[in-house]
């Protein structure tokens, strides 16, 4: 079985009590970035072995994770802030588990979008969810089709590129679109 386990985004009180039951009993964590999960790990003293599952190593260990699930273990996928497979590694392996007859489970949980959505004022009815803009090839394209969106838009960005990108956004989208930028508080991680 392969449980998908939202890790908190800021705060680590801010993680579910299933999931912190979930974390336990898993035969085997599989991490985002295994620094980050330890620590979250260590803080409710849950001692687990973890294993690096990100974008970078996604397609080397695919199916000899499939192959552990398929012999019965019981695996959490944890990435760094927030549910997987929301701009985070999970889709590979949850359409391979599906695809081979191994159980997912999405637990609920922390998802970084909804709480900023929520607090930008912005109407909520109707939007949608763009995730990360493609850094160079295809940008431009996007930016375009996306400036004739009505509903509102939810983009993650990183604080390195956060300036550049709000600059396009007043280029594609006019300077009088409204704008909300959100950003995590880091409490404890």
Do not use: W
């Not at 939202?6 to 979930?22: E, F, H, Y």
């Not at 999970?90 to 609920?108: D, Q, T, Y």
């Amino acid at each position: 079985m392969l449980y998908i386990v939202p890790s908190p985004i800021g705060n680590l009180q801010d993680i579910t009590l299933r999931a912190l039951d979930v974390l336990k009993g898993a035969d085997l964590v599989l991490a985002e970035d295994t620094r980050n999960s330890s620590r979250l790990l260590n803080h409710y003293q849950i001692i687990k072995p973890l294993s690096p599952y990100h974008q970078h190593n996604e397609h080397k260990v695919l199916h000899h994770l499939v192959d552990q699930l398929l012999q019965g273990k019981k695996m959490a996928l944890l990435t760094d802030a927030g549910t997987p497979g929301v701009s985070d590694p999970a889709f590979l392996l949850v359409r391979e588990c599906i695809k081979v007859g191994v159980k997912v489970e999405c637990l609920p949980g922390a998802t970084a979008f909804v709480p900023a959505l929520v607090n930008s004022g912005l109407p909520m009815n109707r939007f949608c969810f763009e995730g990360f803009l493609p850094p160079k090839k295809g940008r431009q394209t996007v930016l375009k089709q996306l400036a004739t969106e009505e509903r509102t838009i939810v983009l993650y960005e990183s604080p390195v590129r956060l300036v550049k990108t709000l600059e396009e956004l007043a280029v594609y989208f006019g300077a009088e679109r409204q704008c909300c930028v959100s950003r995590r508080t880091d409490e404890d991680l």
